[in-house]
């Protein structure tokens, strides 16, 4: 073993008594990250080339900072992100909510599709959505600044067309007119702040993470949004905990104009996100 590798393993056992959920691949990546080489190449720096600054990285990620704040990078599907302090970090689990939402516009018998992300964050949904489906045209809403400033940087340059405004009374111009409507909006009660991770609940911008006292606030208001934003037969996809999976759908009921409300589980299993269509007259 050589003796960046050896170093790993002690920064992996450190990671694991400090609670890191993944201590091992959070290790490697750190150790990448500095070296300056992918994960896989590791095994192939000499001694030579070990990096002290390695067990700086090794300390902050102990503290329980974001992997992804030190490394300044998020990977979502085929995206590589900037992300850090002031941005809902994207996660593994929302790529299977956006994977539904590419397999549903690329059934729809729409040439360029109209799509709009509420809540945009980083943005990682949004470049997602007008990478894989490249005949769209998606907007993105935000309502934070520091979290509009990392969707600017991730954004540039892409044909995501990108607003700041609130989620609630946004993009009036457009309604009756988008094809999808999604959001990874933020659902966590507020009365289960002790439970979350210290990744989330101390690096997570707050408005990112709370809505109300059950969670559903936000997705409540996004109910009435998408109501108006879509036209017939347009549909949308709310991310949500995996304890809402019973409550969410019935948000999105036939008084309100909707149809087809269901709830699907994610890679683990779990309920994650719902999708309902609006109502043809």
Not at 98 to 106: F, M, P
Request: hydrophobic share 40%; glycine share 8%.
């Amino acid at each position: 073993m050589n003796l960046l590798l050896a170093e790993v393993a002690q920064a992996t056992q450190r990671l694991a008594d400090a609670g890191v959920p993944s201590p091992r691949f959070d290790a490697e990546e750190l150790a990448a990250y500095v070296h300056g080489v992918k994960r896989g190449e590791l095994h192939n720096l000499p001694d030579a080339d070990f990096d002290a600054r390695y067990w700086e990285a090794v300390a902050r990620r102990e503290a329980r900072e974001p992997l992804q704040h030190i490394t300044g990078r998020a990977f979502f599907r085929y995206l590589e992100l900037q992300v850090g302090p002031g941005v809902f970090v994207p996660r593994p689990e929302t790529e299977s909510v956006v994977g539904w939402a590419i397999d549903a516009l690329r059934a729809m018998d729409v040439a360029e599709p109209l799509v709009v992300d509420l809540c945009t964050g980083s943005g990682a949904i949004a470049l997602a959505l007008a990478q894989e489906v490249p005949r769209s045209t998606v907007h993105a809403v935000e309502l934070d600044e520091g979290a509009l400033e990392w969707a600017r940087r991730n954004t540039e340059g892409s044909r995501v067309v990108l607003h700041q405004g609130n989620a609630l009374t946004a993009l009036p111009h457009l309604d009756g007119q988008v094809d999808l409507v999604i959001s990874n909006p933020p659902y966590i009660p507020l009365e289960e702040w002790e439970y979350v991770a210290p990744e989330a609940r101390d690096h997570d911008p707050q408005m990112a993470l709370f809505s109300g006292q059950d969670g559903l606030d936000t997705i409540r208001g996004l109910e009435r949004t998408a109501g108006r934003l879509l036209r017939p037969g347009g549909v949308v996809v709310v991310e949500h905990a995996d304890t809402q999976g019973g409550q969410v759908p019935w948000i999105f009921n036939e008084e309100a104009g909707w149809t087809d409300a269901a709830d699907h589980r994610d890679l683990n299993n779990r309920p994650r996100f719902t999708t309902a269509r609006k109502a043809t007259p």
